[in-house]
């Protein structure tokens, strides 16, 4: 299986600041054929069930906030809230579907 | 609007069985292909398994593969999972979860069930 490795842990960052969120696979999830990153992300607020963001690594599903974007390729991802509101303090997780899929461990955001 | 409502979670002792069940609404069920997605304690999430629209083909987890069932009733509108020989590894938060439309399997999951707990203790 893809393992995937997400940093830091957890952050905090400050109302309105960026936060910056890495994911990283074991190998990687680029499919030449259709050159797609097979990488999405998610939102996890407490309680609740998580929320599909972005997929194909940087297409924002409809309805998302434009603040938070999904850039890299091959082994190496980032998820970008480029200003950080109250309401996006949750745990988000990457995940590869690649092949059998797979998720990081989950990165928890919090207001500094 | 989409909701796939959860049930059918509790306790139970190791090797015991449960069966969940998943009820959706606000879409053509029958067109899309289904998921159950887990979450033990404090950890992230596991994909255990995948069912088409026509109940074939079907995949597990090697975690779960022998021991768990996935299937659908179409005419019901809901997904299930029979969970077989438990164990307290099992114990966790069970989501339904839709994957998107995308005219091939994807495993990029659109719309999740509320969760249903499972515990698995003696």
């Known amino acids: 299986d893809i393992v995937m490795t997400q940093s830091p842990d957890s952050l905090a960052v400050s109302l309105g600041e960026r936060a910056t969120i890495s994911c990283k696979s074991s190998?990687?999830?680029?499919?030449?054929?259709?050159?797609?990153?097979?990488l999405s992300w998610y939102q996890q607020k407490p309680g609740q069930p998580p929320k599909l963001l972005i997929y194909?690594?940087?297409t924002r599903e409809s309805g998302v906030p434009d603040r938070f974007s999904g850039s890299g390729s091959g082994t190496d991802f980032t998820l970008t809230i480029s200003s950080l509101q109250a309401e996006d303090v949750a745990v988000y997780h990457c995940?590869?579907?690649?092949?059998?899929?797979?998720f990081g461990q989950g990165t928890k955001v919090e207001i500094k | 609007e989409v909701h796939l409502v959860g049930s059918g979670g509790g306790w139970v002792q190791p090797g015991g069985s449960l069966r969940l069940s998943c009820t959706a609404s606000?879409?053509?069920?029958?067109?899309?292909?289904m998921n159950w997605v887990r979450q033990a304690p404090g950890k992230g999430l596991e994909w255990i398994s995948y069912?088409?629209?026509?109940?074939?083909?079907?995949y597990y987890a090697d975690s779960v593969k022998g021991r768990f069932t996935i299937s659908r009733d179409n005419a019901k509108n809901s997904l299930y999972l029979q969970m077989n020989s438990l164990r307290a590894e099992d114990t966790a938060i069970y989501y339904c979860?839709?994957?998107?439309?995308?005219?091939?399997?994807?495993?990029?999951?659109?719309?999740w069930g509320q969760g249903i707990l499972v515990s698995v203790s003696s």
């Open positions: 979860a839709r994957e998107v439309l995308w005219g091939k399997p994807t495993m990029i999951f659109d719309y």
């Open positions: 606000g879409f053509s069920f029958s067109d899309y292909e």
């Open positions: 069912i088409t629209g026509s109940s074939s083909p079907i």
């Open positions: 190998q990687s999830v680029l499919l030449r054929s259709d050159n797609k990153n097979y």
């Open positions: 194909w690594a940087s």
């Open positions: 995940q590869q579907y690649y092949s059998t899929p797979t």
